[in-house]
Structure formats: structure tokens, C-alpha cells
């Protein structure tokens, strides 16, 4: 079974950048689309960001023209660029499939955005 281990995340001031990386132990792409998702306390998790196997991109209001996905086939990563970080950023993010999460959800990576 595939597994997926995030990495990236930290605390950062308002206006930072972080890279998310998500390496999966198998082959994601073949798949479908992989998203990331995030969740802060008392929220329910939500899909942030999504890319296809066509390499089309959908992002989340909240995150669009702040937040870049992408991915290394040859890697088997996700990664989730962050620009512009905002306090409303902090949670844990993770990957999964998109739209619908069919892999074992991995422990996510912390991002705290705070001065």
C-alpha cells in the first residue's frame, strides 16, 4: 500500500514562504489527480490546492495566486509552494487523491504562521 510522508513545514511570520514536499512510497500519478489539503484546529479539512495528471491546477480561493502545486513524477512528490503566508494559513497540512482522499492519510506536516 502506498504511503505518504509530508515534510516542510515550520513556524513562520506573516509574509513567508514555505515548501511542502509530500514523497509518496509508490506510484501516486498513476493514480489520478493528488491534492493538499489542510486542517486547523476545530476545522474540518479542507482541499487546498490540486493538480491532475494532465497537470492541470485548481486552487482554493483562500490560497489562489499565494500557493503553487507541483510535482516530480521521477520522485514521486507533491510539493506545495507558499507565498505570502497569512496567520488563517496555520494548520496541518497532507496529501492525498483528489477530490476524493483514497490512501492512508499520513501524519501531515505543521505550518504555523505567527509573529
Known amino acids: 500500500q502506498v504511503q505518504l510522508v509530508e515534510s516542510g513545514g515550520g513556524l513562520v511570520q506573516p509574509g513567508g514562504s514555505l515548501r511542502l514536499s509530500c514523497a509518496a512510497s509508490g506510484n501516486i500519478f498513476s493514480i489520478g489527480a493528488m491534492a493538499w489539503y489542510r486542517q486547523a484546529p476545530g476545522n474540518q479539512r479542507e482541499l487546498v490546492a490540486a493538480?491532475?495528471?494532465?497537470?492541470?491546477?485548481y486552487y482554493a480561493a483562500s490560497v489562489k495566486g499565494r500557493f503553487t502545486i507541483s510535482r516530480s513524477i521521477a520522485k514521486n512528490t507533491v510539493y506545495l509552494q507558499m507565498n505570502s503566508l497569512e496567520p488563517e494559513d496555520t494548520a496541518a497540512y497532507y496529501c492525498n487523491t483528489s477530490p476524493i482522499p483514497t490512501i492512508t492519510w499520513g501524519h501531515g506536516t505543521q505550518v504555523t504562521v505567527s509573529s
Open positions: 493538480i491532475t495528471r494532465g497537470d492541470s491546477t
